[in-house]
């Protein structure tokens, strides 16, 4: 039996319709970077980037490793993985600096893995943040030279959760030492739910952000090596350091304290800074002695009650 004209139509339609989902599927594939409110995909994170410019936009990223970089100029962007975890962004750096360079009004990260950064100078990070706030979800940052690198911006903020930050800083080369997070002149820096380890050198936190509220974090340097101290705030702080986990590891450059205020000298008040319920011991089969606060500041530092292990001593001022 012949087909009828209406039955011809219907399968050349739908063999079209076949080829169109195979096209935009394989269109899809070769485009991992895909603007949430638009729908436009992209084969290199840096265009998608620049078509949001000075809007606001969400970056969804396809699971895959990716050796890309992105700069942004402005705008507010938030660069999602579609899969916690499953995006990862690979050695590759912009501007001899880090895999996101990031400088417009705000940034938000969210299941993203930054690995393998590292740049002639010695700072290469998976996020470069010289301007605008940034926040940071469900991410990891392991094996580079850096974390996190800012310049200043004070009348901004810096948010982090739920985070691991894993493998990074370093002393070495006759270069200044970098660090797991170095954050420059900021309005204040969250750090909360997160996990610091196996840091190469420096800190595990640096910051020079006149205020810091770090709460719920695991401080674990029994296999640092060359490391420093696990918060350091160089320049004095207010805020809350409260509900850590933190342990002292052998192979230390500077073991000389956990936590200090104002080393660098004293740019603003810490009065008020308020240390209390964390755990702090020194790793098992390392005997030294060793200060939990070291502060230089000379201000009111509020040290409540912390649990500390053998040879911890609870404060000395500097």
């Known amino acids: ?113 930054f690995q393998g950064m590292t740049v002639p100078d010695g700072n290469g990070a998976g996020i470069r943040l010289e301007k605008g706030g940034l926040k940071i979800t469900r ?17 901004a903020a810096i948010r982090i959760d739920q985070t691991t930050f894993s493998g990074l800083g370093r002393c070495d080369r006759d270069l200044p030492c970098a660090h797991s ?53 160089p320049n004095g702080a207010t805020g809350v350091i409260s509900g850590n986990e933190f342990v002292q590891g052998k192979d230390k450059e500077n073991y000389s304290a956990f936590i200090t205020v104002a080393p660098e000298g004293k740019q603003r008040s810490s009065a008020g800074l308020t240390i209390t319920n964390n755990n702090a011991a020194i790793a098992p089969g390392v005997n030294r002695n060793t200060t939990f606060l070291a502060d230089w500041s000379g201000d009111a530092v509020k040290l409540g009650v912390n649990r500390l292990g053998r040879g911890l001593k609870p404060f000395e001022r500097r």
């Open 1 to 113: 039996m012949s087909k009828s004209p209406f039955m011809i139509a219907g399968i050349v339609g739908l063999a079209a319709l076949l080829a169109y989902a195979q096209s935009l599927q394989a269109q899809t594939a070769a485009e991992p970077f895909t603007i949430a409110e638009t729908g436009q995909s992209f084969a290199v994170l840096d265009h998608a980037v620049k078509t949001i410019g000075e809007g606001q936009g969400t970056i969804v990223i396809r699971p895959g490793l990716y050796r890309q970089c992105a700069v942004q100029q402005g705008g507010d962007i938030a660069y999602r993985a579609a899969a916690i975890g499953q995006v990862v962004f690979d050695r590759a750096t912009c501007e001899g600096k880090a895999a996101l360079v990031l400088r417009g009004r705000s940034a938000s990260i969210d299941g993203i893995i």
């Open 139 to 155: 991410s990891i940052f392991r094996n580079s030279e850096q974390g996190i690198l800012t310049a200043d911006d004070p009348a």
């Open 181 to 233: 997070i170095y954050i420059g002149n900021y309005g204040s820096l969250t750090v909360t739910n997160s996990r610091f380890e196996r840091g190469n050198g420096g800190h595990y936190v640096k910051s020079r952000a006149a205020r810091a509220d770090i709460r719920g974090n695991a401080f674990d340097d029994s296999r640092g090596r060359t490391t420093n101290y696990m918060i350091d705030l």
